[in-house]
């Protein structure tokens, strides 16, 4: 039996606005193939840097795939989630280094105007090609299937934020 690769250590970001309502993005780039559309949509996510905190990767993160400078932390998941890659994604993704990635998912409240958010902000390339708010309920059926198990977690853990107009 070969041995478990590592997983990748990642952030993921639940950006609420003020009703409550999540960013969702439409991936540029699929997990899936041939790519299913109802599949496409997620939360801005990624890689910690050696050396960075996980709260710091997760403003870099939000910033650099939404633009969004705009928001405060509302809360921290106490608990890293975990996913496995399936087979066709391991064979092509991180050059077969990582088995999966464990997450640490940060709820953020948007503060800014709705023209801050750019899909495409100087210097980086673009995850997604369109975004929009949803229900936090929505989200396990929008995520690729084997990501599905992380969301269901995460609107676990933030579930009590669901819909929550921000205080004026």
């Known amino acids: 039996m070969a041995p478990r690769l590592p997983y990748r250590r990642c952030v993921g970001i639940m950006l609420l606005n003020h009703e409550g309502k999540v960013f969702i993005g439409r991936r540029r780039g699929g997990d899936?193939?041939?790519?299913?559309?109802?599949?496409?949509?997620?939360?801005?996510?990624?890689?910690?840097?050696?050396?960075?905190?996980?709260?710091?990767?997760?403003?870099?993160?939000?910033?650099?795939?939404?633009?969004?400078?705009?928001?405060?932390?509302?809360?921290?998941?106490?608990?890293?989630?975990?996913?496995?890659?399936?087979?066709?994604v391991l064979a092509r993704t991180r050059n077969g280094k990582y088995g999966g990635q464990t997450q640490r998912w940060f709820a953020f409240r948007f503060t800014g105007a709705p023209d801050e958010i750019d899909l495409a902000p100087a210097g980086h390339k673009p995850e997604f090609s369109e975004w929009r708010w949803a229900d936090m309920s929505e989200l396990p059926t929008l995520i690729v299937p084997f990501k599905r198990g992380v969301y269901v977690s995460v609107v676990k853990a933030f579930g009590h934020l669901a819909g929550r107009a921000a205080a004026p």
């Open 32 to 88: 899936v193939e041939p790519r299913e559309p109802a599949y496409e949509w997620q939360m801005p996510q990624g890689g910690i840097d050696r050396g960075e905190a996980p709260l710091q990767a997760a403003i870099r993160e939000l910033q650099e795939e939404t633009g969004v400078t705009s928001a405060e932390l509302i809360e921290e998941a106490r608990d890293w989630f975990n996913y496995d890659f399936p087979p066709d």
